[in-house]
């Protein structure tokens, strides 16, 4: 009988890594998820899949419990997926989030170097290397211009991606990430902080919504499309980066609007624009063209920005109820 493929995933406690690993488990992977030590996460995303994956526990700042994780389980295929990845953060603790989102992607490829090289590698690399771009919209070739520590640091680790395929010929890959949202994003971020908030409101748990510039644009897709775009990169016959992303902008006014037009209220009455929530330095439009990921793997996404509203806020209508019963 043919071994079954079997993949190892990074940060599979958030967003990505939990679908990803739901879509891999459905393609007959193996699947084994990093998660870091103490049960200081949340397992929630994993509850329907616990049974069929393994746990290890790891840090993305130890060198060593990645060479044991990957000559131990020795992966075909390794995604990573786990950093430092709230920009207003990073300008709180550069160093710290250099040291995960950056060298932490050092970390794992000299693992994968010493210890399976012929494991193919995902890096989530991120539209912020863009920082305030110099092209609209970005392409693949568009010159680099981070504007904020974790920018910094996912250039960091997307140049080594780019240098190890180079150097030592192995199969890395990086995914220049755009934002990706989905009832899974963290509430921390623009998108399910409105969606959750207008839910609480509507069902008189709150008052208010504070946010910062309403006029700040970005490119939102779905994350389970990125997902699929994420695999499709590592099954290709040659590793390259690819941007993933829809090319469309909205603003988070435009986004704010929908959400509460969704259960039928008027923004205006509820959001209160406050300057603690504004960022020192604010990219203008971040739109990445997803041409080369199509051309090249027929990657497009599926899901557009009313769905994706719909979505998240079907999804918080359950969760917020749950929280009132
Ligand atoms: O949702 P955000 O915090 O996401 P941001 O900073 O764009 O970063 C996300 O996408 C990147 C890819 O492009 C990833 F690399 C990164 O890891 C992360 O996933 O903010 C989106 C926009 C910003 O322009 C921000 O200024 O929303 C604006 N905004 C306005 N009010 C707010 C708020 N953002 C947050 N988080 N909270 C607010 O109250």
């Not at 746990?55 to 131990?72: A, R």
């Not at 010929?169 to 989905?182: D, F, K, P, R, T």
């Not at 509507?202 to 309403?214: C, D, F, T, V, Y």
Request: glycine fraction near 8%; include cysteine; charge should be negative.
């Amino acid at each position: 009988m043919a071994k079954k493929p079997s993949a190892f995933i990074t940060g599979i406690t958030g967003q990505d890594g939990s679908y990803l690993a739901e879509m891999l488990l459905e393609k007959g992977y193996d699947v084994v998820g990093m998660v870091r030590p103490h049960g200081v996460e949340r397992l929630d995303f994993l509850s329907a899949i616990e049974d069929e994956i393994t746990l290890v526990e790891g840090d993305l700042q130890d060198q060593h419990n990645f060479i044991e994780i990957i000559s131990d389980f020795k992966p075909d295929e390794v995604y990573n997926f786990a950093a430092q990845s709230f920009v207003p953060v990073s300008w709180s603790q550069p160093v710290l989030t250099g040291d995960i989102t950056a060298l932490g992607v050092g970390r794992l490829l000299e693992a994968i170097r010493i210890s399976k090289p012929d494991a193919k590698f995902f890096q989530a690399s991120s539209s912020e290397i863009f920082g305030d771009p110099l092209q609209e919209p970005q392409t693949e070739e568009t010159p680099i211009n981070p504007r904020n520590p974790y920018g910094i640091a996912k250039l960091f680790g997307h140049m080594l991606v780019k240098n190890y395929r180079n150097q030592y010929g192995m199969y890395a890959c990086s995914g220049i990430l755009y934002n990706h949202e989905s009832p899974r994003r963290g509430l921390k971020f623009v998108t399910r902080k409105i969606t959750y908030t207008a839910t609480k409101i509507k069902l008189g748990m709150a008052n208010e919504l504070r946010l910062g510039n309403l006029d700040a644009r970005r490119d939102w897709g779905y994350a389970e499309d990125y997902v699929r775009g994420m695999w499709m990169m590592l099954n290709q016959d040659v590793a390259d980066d690819y941007i993933l992303s829809t090319g469309v902008t909205h603003s988070v006014r435009e986004f704010v609007d929908a959400a509460f037009r969704y259960v039928g209220l008027n923004y205006e009455d509820y959001v209160v624009v406050d300057e603690r929530f504004y960022r020192p330095v604010e990219p203008h439009q971040l739109v990445g063209n997803p041409a080369k990921a199509k051309e090249k793997m027929g990657w497009e996404p599926n899901v557009g920005f009313e769905e994706i509203i719909k979505r998240m806020m079907e999804a918080d209508f359950v969760a917020v109820s749950q929280e009132l019963a």
